[in-house]
């Protein structure tokens, strides 16, 4: 019975491969547009204090429906009490660049074809996964000082309520929807809108409780407990420096702009062998 039903399903899927392979395209482009953060030290407004990002983007068509896209993108980071008001009093700030490496899925709302003049544009939306680097850093007395190795917090000291020392490299969920359009049959053009689901509350540096300062400065020195509470008005321990129970977030948005990647005649692979595709999307 089981060779039977592998003898009736093989040949269909096979034959679904060889339709979704009629498809396959192979993109390669460049990203460029802004980058920003949802946090504790900016709780809601977007594009606010957005820096430049940059990168490169591979997309593989699978069908006209589908596609596999890898992003390696790089951009800045930045938000302060000051400028979102959120917490004026705590004037907290900071700064960070984050690398992020990201495979994700779209799924295309209209047929997509480079080349092809009734499917050349298409709404998408996607999702993901994301491994990225970020390193928090604030100034004191003209000078950035990054914040991971001095526990500002108290991370990774033996204060009651202290944490461990957060990791600088860690995993993201990300999804967004934008707009690709396919003017040459060659050249395909995106404008896009991602956000970033981290597991971390530490891309600020902020997320729990102001430790005791005479400990905090006798473990991590004078410059963990500058940058741990710079407001005129000091915190005792114990007081709420951020908010453990939401995560960090952030966002990739953009124009880019990728070149089909070309086989032998111009052609896909699997589209050499076939006489009616190859008439139509020669180039």
Not at 143 to 168: F, R, V
Not at 221 to 242: F, N
Not at 252 to 259: A, E, H, K, V
């Amino acid at each position: 019975m089981k060779r039977l039903l592998l003898l009736i399903i093989f040949p269909i899927l096979f034959n679904g491969a060889l339709k979704a392979q009629e498809f396959y395209r192979n993109e390669l482009g460049i990203f460029g547009g802004g980058s920003y953060y949802i946090g504790d030290l900016n709780p809601s407004k977007h594009f606010l204090q957005t820096k430049f990002a940059c990168g490169i983007v591979y997309r593989y068509n699978i069908t006209p429906r589908w596609a596999l896209k890898i992003n390696a993108l790089y951009g800045g980071l930045e938000a302060s009490d000051a400028r979102s008001k959120a917490n004026v009093n705590r004037n907290l700030s900071f700064k960070s660049y984050i690398f992020e490496f990201s495979p994700q899925i779209e799924f295309n709302f209209l047929k997509y074809l480079l080349g092809d003049k009734k499917h050349f544009i298409s709404p998408y939306i996607f999702v993901g996964a994301s491994i990225f680097n970020f390193n928090p850093k604030a100034q004191y007395g003209g000078s950035w000082y990054s914040l991971q190795p001095l526990g500002t917090e108290g991370q990774g000291t033996t204060i009651e309520g202290a944490k461990k020392t957060y990791a600088l490299t860690t995993i993201a969920i990300p999804f967004g929807l934008g707009v690709k359009i396919a003017p040459f049959k060659f050249l395909s053009i995106g404008l896009e809108w991602g956000i970033r689901k981290t597991f971390t509350d530490y891309i600020d540096d902020v997320s729990t409780n102001y430790a005791d300062p005479s400990l905090l400065a006798a473990m991590n020195g004078s410059m963990a407990l500058a940058l741990s509470d710079p407001s005129t008005i000091k915190h005792e321990a114990g007081v709420a420096r951020g908010n453990p129970n939401t995560k960090d977030w952030y966002v990739f948005t953009g124009l880019s702009i990728s070149f089909r990647i070309k086989t032998k005649n111009g052609l896909c692979a699997a589209y050499e062998h076939h006489p009616k595709l190859k008439t139509k999307y020669r180039d």
